[in-house]
């Protein structure tokens, strides 16, 4: 496989489940982010990892919890999640460790997220 | 709060016209500036980048940066009913992060 990708593709949850979110990134980079898409408002950055280091919490709730164990792959772990928590996750990754500014970012294809 | 705008339009043009998709940005500092297409349902990719003053082409895409007036474009020549996508304007701020606007639809009509 190439690329960016993100499983599972779609998920279902109830308020009180837990569940987690994985992406892999196979382009050698070496900085890994978390976003989150809503309907209707900009792409918002939620975590930054740098060579396997979080660099950024971008004042997100709790109830999302990041986890980067190599450089490929990032996990988002969900946990007693709100119905507003419904959208679009997108993983990113870049190759520079600098930071995201000037970095070329390559998107995975979301998971989209539905909570009940 | 540093901020990316964009007009959520849709915009509308026929086939073989010129599509043209601005951004502006409140942060004095940023350094880099990207546009993405994002398809319905599908995730972005990237079109192209843009760091210096000035135009800068790539195909049927022109990417265009002033910064004094902190505004950057993208024309898209010869547009085809495939371009008809969302556009997302990101641009690297001062502080080392990347932010999004919400984006342009843009529908080509045949």
């Known amino acids: ?116 | 709060q540093k901020e990316v705008e964009q007009n959520s339009g849709p915009l509308s043009v026929p086939e073989g016209a010129i599509a043209s998709l601005n951004c502006t940005y409140s942060d004095r500092g940023s350094q880099s500036f990207f546009w993405y297409r994002q398809y319905s349902g599908k995730s972005p990719e990237l079109i192209m980048f843009i760091y210096s003053n000035g135009d800068k082409e790539d195909g049927r895409f022109t990417a265009q940066l002033n910064k004094a007036s902190q505004y950057v474009s993208l024309l898209i020549r010869d547009s085809q009913p495939s371009d008809s996508a969302t556009y997302l304007c990101a641009v690297g701020g001062s502080q080392g992060n990347l932010i999004f606007g919400k984006g342009t639809k843009l529908s080509v009509k045949p």
Do not use: I
Not at chain 1, 52 to 59: I, Y
């Open chain 1, 1 to 116: 496989e190439t690329g960016v990708t993100q499983t599972p593709r779609h998920l279902v949850m109830g308020m009180t489940n837990k569940k987690s979110l994985k992406c892999e990134q196979h382009l050698g980079h070496n900085a890994m982010y978390w976003y989150k898409q809503s309907a209707k408002k900009p792409l918002e950055l939620m975590f930054v990892y740098s060579l396997e280091e979080r660099v950024e919490n971008n004042s997100v709730p709790s109830r999302f919890s990041p986890e980067c164990p190599n450089s490929s792959h990032l996990f988002l772990h969900l946990h007693t999640l709100q119905p507003e928590d419904s959208a679009l996750y997108l993983c990113a990754s870049s190759l520079s460790p600098t930071g995201p500014s000037t970095d070329t970012q390559y998107f995975g294809p979301g998971t989209r997220l539905t909570v009940l």
